[in-house]
């Protein structure tokens, strides 16, 4: 059996340590100093390697969320990263987030606000703490929220799939489209057909 890997999984201050695949162990991680931002759901989180760190974006609480945190994860402190003035997107839970490594910075689209879906990209610079909208070429997306995710580092690529339209309450219709954006262009490319996957009411 393989040893000495171990899989790391934080969820809000606690870790899945795996020496073996099979020995698994939950591990809470007591916040040191600091203030530790508000009980919520439908954030996003990424993993900023450079500093090792996991940086949280928006999410509800009892009102939607736009704030921006990271939890250090050799002190195990939080700090708020929020701007206190200019730029940056509007408060939303279910935004699609990842870690732009060759940039340091994290990228954010999509998500849902008070009677609003988004369809908007916006880029946290990591370094200086800024907000800076994306205006991509080409036609973007339709308008969802809760979409899977992920990010391509060979290609640059931001590549989504699925989630719900702003139309879910009327036609119970859920996307299978498969979507990139591609940081080199900042341009959307729609690479695969969107279809119906339920029934509409």
């Known amino acids: 059996m393989r040893r000495g890997l171990r899989l790391i999984v934080l969820i809000l201050g606690w ?5 073996t695949v099979q020995a698994q162990t939950w591990v809470n991680l007591h916040m ?3 203030t530790a931002p508000a009980a919520r759901r439908n954030a996003s989180a990424i993993l900023d390697s450079a500093h090792n760190r996991m940086v949280i974006f928006g999410g509800f609480s009892s009102t939607y ?3 921006i945190w990271t939890f250090d994860l050799t002190s195990n402190s939080w700090t708020n990263l929020t701007p206190a003035s200019g ?3 509007a408060p939303r839970l279910t935004p699609a987030s990842i870690y732009d ?3 340091h910075r994290m990228v954010t689209w ?6 609003v879906f988004f369809n908007d990209v916006w880029a946290f610079d990591l370094d200086t703490n800024t907000w800076s909208p994306f205006t991509p070429a080409g036609g973007p997306p339709q308008i969802r929220y809760g979409v899977g995710y992920t990010w391509d580092p060979l290609a640059k690529e931001l590549v ?3 989630g719900f ?3 879910w309450q009327r036609t119970s219709r859920a996307l299978s489209s498969r979507r990139v954006l591609r940081r080199s262009e900042e341009a959307h490319d729609h690479v695969c057909r969107t279809e119906q996957l339920g029934p509409a009411r």
């Open 110 to 115: 999509s998500g849902q606000g008070q009677g």
């Open 15 to 19: 870790v899945l340590g795996a020496s």
């Open 165 to 167: 339209t702003n139309l």
């Open 65 to 67: 969320l736009n704030d």
């Open 87 to 89: 730029a940056m997107p």
């Open 101 to 103: 490594a060759g940039a």
């Open 32 to 34: 040191g100093a600091g």
């Open 160 to 162: 989504t799939f699925a």
